[in-house]
């Protein structure tokens, strides 16, 4: 079963992803802001994040960017869900190292599960 770490402060949001992964058999674990996100990627290494950007404390992309910077952490894969759909804001999480970038308000729970589906069956990145 794969793991799933959301990192979300909606906690309307929050509940409704977790819900909609926990049905289609992911193990999700979650934390409401970057930091929290960053310690529980460190002690539960999950097998794929999904990252809101607009976070109390540190924000998404500071949070991308630590992630690349450890290398315990570098290669677990990343989709973004935000509402910031500026394409500045989507290139950047991409130069980041962001697998996919969705945009909150396009995506609905169904099309979520396919991203993350389809970015687990990835063959991992050799030499990462």
């Given at each position: 079963?794969?793991?799933?770490?959301?990192?979300?402060?909606?906690?309307?949001?929050?509940?409704?992803?977790?819900?909609?992964?926990?049905?289609?058999?992911?193990?999700?674990?979650?934390?409401?802001?970057g930091?929290?996100?960053?310690?529980?990627?460190?002690?539960?290494?999950?097998?794929?994040?999904?990252?809101?950007?607009?976070?109390?404390?540190?924000?998404?992309?500071?949070?991308?960017?630590?992630?690349?910077?450890?290398?315990?952490?570098?290669?677990?894969?990343?989709?973004?869900?935000?509402?910031?759909?500026?394409?500045?804001?989507?290139?950047k999480?991409?130069?980041?190292?962001?697998?996919?970038?969705?945009?909150?308000?396009?995506?609905?729970?169904?099309?979520?599960?396919?991203?993350i589906?389809?970015?687990?069956?990835?063959?991992?990145?050799?030499?990462?």
């Amino acid at each position: 079963m794969a793991k799933i770490l959301l990192i979300e402060d909606d906690k309307f949001l929050r509940e409704l992803i977790i819900q909609k992964l926990g049905k289609e058999g992911y193990d999700v674990t979650e934390a409401p802001e970057g930091e929290a996100g960053l310690s529980k990627m460190q002690k539960d290494k999950p097998d794929l994040v999904l990252l809101d950007l607009i976070l109390p404390g540190i924000d998404g992309f500071e949070v991308l960017s630590r992630m690349k910077k450890d290398p315990n952490l570098a290669s677990i894969p990343v989709i973004i869900l935000s509402n910031l759909g500026q394409r500045d804001d989507m290139q950047k999480g991409i130069a980041l190292g962001a697998k996919d970038y969705l945009i909150k308000a396009h995506f609905t729970p169904g099309e979520i599960v396919e991203k993350i589906r389809g970015t687990l069956q990835e063959p991992k990145e050799q030499g990462q």
